[in-house]
Every structure is written in structure tokens, then in C-alpha cells.
């Protein structure tokens, strides 16, 4: 049982379309925050949604993202006479303005036929890629993923070595989640043994290409180069890297 001062909130950056057990992201928290970052599945460059049941917290996040203000520009001439402001709580300026809110209704219209294309592209990945050294997530058979991205894990340390491989071919393999005590600023001479799961993932995981205007004989030439790679980095005798969980 979670104690009623325990908020959970949902990070689901780039998941508008998942659901577990039937249930979109929102229907489990208290509150479920969503990226429209430029690299999300629905998106208008920058911003974010946050959706709760709380309206308390719906009013402070109102007033949290225009400075703490009570009112916005438009709200305080509803009723057609003016309204002064107040400011009670600290905010910062994070809201996200009409001309970018309008790019998303036509995306989200869209959504279902999107994913669809996302999921049929993520299939033809993993049935082309059984059998190779490469590892990805597997979705619970309770879940609908929304497909954001198709990672790849990369054995034997050869992560950078198929990244190269890869653009040198022309193809845009990224690389999303980086380990964060790898990063030079969190970074400490310790950290590959304090975090070794993290750093499994992070420094061998890469992002092939995925979005779904992506045709299927763009995706069979990152396959064909993918397949190339394996040889050109001796990867096809590599043991997996091992996981201290
Ligand atoms: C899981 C996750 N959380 C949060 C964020 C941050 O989103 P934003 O770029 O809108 O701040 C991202 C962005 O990629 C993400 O992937």
C-alpha cells in the first residue's frame, strides 16, 4: 500500500501511445509528464504536457510555468474588465505558446496509424536481426510500446566501433541514453565498478534509424550495414559483455 503523501509521477517523455494492462501513462500516478521535444513521436520542437486528476496541482503547474503568476496576459481580461495579477509561489517561464500547441492535434489525430507503421518497422529490425550478436528490449506481453526508439545493444565493446561503421555507410545511428556517471561531469574514477549495469547499457547501446516515414528499403540498407559490421569489427566471434546484476 503507497502511503497517501507518496506522489508518483510518470515520466512519459516519449510515451503517448504505450499502455500496460490497458492503462495509458497518467491512469496509474498522480501525475504523468510528456516531452514534445523535437525528437519525440508527437512533437512541436520544444515543451511538454503535464495531465493529473489533481486540480490543485493542475492550478500550481499553471502558475508555475508564467513566473507564479496567478493570471496569464489573456486570462486577466476574461469577464472584459481587468484583472490584477499576483504572485504567491515561485515559478520560471516554461509555458508553452499557442503557435507550437497547434503543430500537435493534427499529430495526435494520427497517432494510432503512426505507431502501427513504428511497429511494423521495429518487427522487420528484430526478425532481421535474430540470430546476430545485437540484443534489444523486449515489450511484456501486457504492453503496447510506443515504439520511440529501436536500440541495440552492442557486445565486446564494439558500440563505437558499429557507430562509425554505420555513418561512414551514410545511416544516422544515435546513441540516446549515454550512462550518466560516464558523463564528465558526474564522471569519478570508480564509476564503470559502481555502475556497471548502467554502463553496460549506456556505453553499448546505440539507436538505429526509426520514424515512420522511414521506406523498407532505407531500413534493409542500416540491416545490410548492419550485417557488414559485424564482420568489419570482429564482432561475429565477440562473447556478450557480462552484467553483474
Ligand atoms: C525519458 C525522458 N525523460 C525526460 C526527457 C526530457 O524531455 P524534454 O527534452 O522535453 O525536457 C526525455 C527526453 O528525451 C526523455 O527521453
Redesign the pocket.
Known amino acids: 500500500m503507497i502511503p497517501e503523501s507518496v506522489k508518483i509521477i510518470e515520466?512519459a517523455?516519449?510515451c503517448f501511445e504505450g499502455t500496460r494492462d490497458g492503462r495509458r501513462p497518467g491512469q496509474l500516478g498522480d501525475a504523468a509528464i510528456f516531452?514534445?521535444?523535437a525528437?519525440k513521436n508527437v512533437t512541436c520542437g520544444e515543451g511538454?504536457a503535464v495531465v493529473t486528476n489533481d486540480l490543485a496541482l493542475a492550478d500550481a503547474l499553471a502558475q508555475t510555468v508564467q513566473h507564479g503568476m496567478s493570471a496569464s496576459a489573456a486570462r486577466r481580461f476574461e469577464g472584459h474588465t481587468y484583472r490584477h495579477w499576483d504572485i504567491a509561489r515561485l515559478g520560471t517561464k516554461a509555458n508553452l505558446p499557442d503557435l507550437l500547441a497547434v503543430l500537435l492535434e493534427p499529430q495526435i489525430a494520427e497517432i494510432d496509424l503512426q505507431l502501427q507503421i513504428r511497429e511494423r518497422l521495429c518487427r522487420r529490425y528484430e526478425a532481421a536481426l535474430a540470430g546476430t550478436p545485437f540484443k534489444w528490449p523486449t515489450i511484456d506481453a501486457d504492453a503496447v510500446s510506443a515504439r520511440h526508439l529501436f536500440p541495440i545493444h552492442v557486445p565486446g565493446g564494439a558500440r563505437d566501433a558499429v557507430l562509425n561503421a554505420l555513418g561512414e555507410a551514410g545511416i544516422g545511428a544515435t546513441v540516446n541514453y549515454r550512462c550518466v556517471p560516464a558523463l564528465s561531469l558526474y564522471r569519478t574514477a570508480q564509476a564503470q565498478l559502481r555502475f556497471p549495469i548502467s554502463w553496460h547499457w549506456g556505453e553499448g547501446t546505440l539507436s538505429l534509424p526509426l520514424y515512420p516515414s522511414l521506406r523498407e528499403d532505407e531500413q534493409d540498407e542500416v540491416i545490410a550495414a548492419l550485417r557488414r559490421s559485424i564482420a568489419t569489427t570482429g564482432l561475429s566471434g565477440a562473447e556478450p559483455a557480462p552484467i553483474a546484476f
Request: proline letters at 0%; zero cysteines.
Open positions: 515520466d517523455a516519449h516531452s514534445f521535444y525528437t511538454g
